[in-house]
């Protein structure tokens, strides 16, 4: 599965960060952690929002679509990995993205010599797992889906125009193509096995993802928000 960039170095900044021993972070702290990291990389306009650092902790936990990464929260504020030994960079990826990491490196790495560069270097150690080997291939796998038995379907939804954003930089799932586009909002598509994971992150967006196909998961969908407005209703 292909990813872009900036989704790639902010999973890598927040699995370097969860696996510090010395160090507890909270949300505030992987925001602030990935947005300084993408402002060295992208520039001082671009930063991380707090929405995208939780879709990207949840695509993390996801073992459908993401890296089914043992992420738990301690104290109610902390995130961490259950497993101690789990590394995101262990994985193998794509030959497209080992690349586009490899690139990014190698560009911060002509930059981090220069005064005034701390945060390029922090960057740089980060994105290089230098506490391995800095010369390392960086690797990331997504889970096959090919274990699930389920058939893949075509799944066609509607979504807000700051949303639309988001996914167009975070996609759902690989295969997602924007079908559509207004000014108010946009059509996407993605084909996927309907699990109980796939209808998860979708019902994480609430209102603002309004799916149109197929008709099975509309229904399903129409259903469990129709029963939450009965059960806040008798409250």
């Known amino acids: 599965m292909k990813i872009n960039r900036s989704a790639l170095i902010r999973f890598i900044a927040i699995d370097k960060a969860l696996r510090e021993e010395e160090k507890n972070y909270s949300l505030e702290d992987l925001i602030a952690l990935c947005s300084e990291i993408i402002k060295d990389i992208e520039g001082p306009d671009k930063g991380v929002s707090k929405r995208t650092t939780q879709l990207d902790l949840q695509y993390m936990r996801s ?26 960079t262990d994985i193998p990826i794509a030959d497209q993205d080992q690349t586009l990491l490899t690139e990014t490196i190698k560009t911060l790495e002509q930059y981090r010599a ?67 586009k207004s000014s108010k909002s946009s059509v996407f598509s993605i084909e996927v096995p309907l699990t109980q994971a796939i209808e998860n992150t979708l019902l994480n967006y609430g209102a603002d993802i309004v799916i149109k196909k197929p008709k099975k998961l509309k229904q399903k969908m129409e259903n469990f928000y129709a029963q939450a407005y009965i059960a806040y209703k008798k409250k």
């Open 63 to 88: 073992s459908e679509l993401g890296f089914n990464a043992p992420i738990v929260v301690k104290d109610r504020k902390y995130y961490k990995y259950s497993d101690p030994d789990y590394r995101l």
């Open 114 to 180: 220069f005064k005034g560069s701390e945060s390029i270097s922090l960057a740089h150690k980060i994105l290089s797992s230098s506490d391995d080997n800095a010369s390392k291939d960086v690797f990331i796998k997504f889970p096959e889906e090919s274990k699930s038995k389920k058939k893949k379907k075509k799944v066609i939804f509607s979504c807000s125009k700051k949303v639309a954003n988001i996914i167009q930089k975070s996609p759902i799932h690989s295969s997602q193509i924007r079908e559509s």
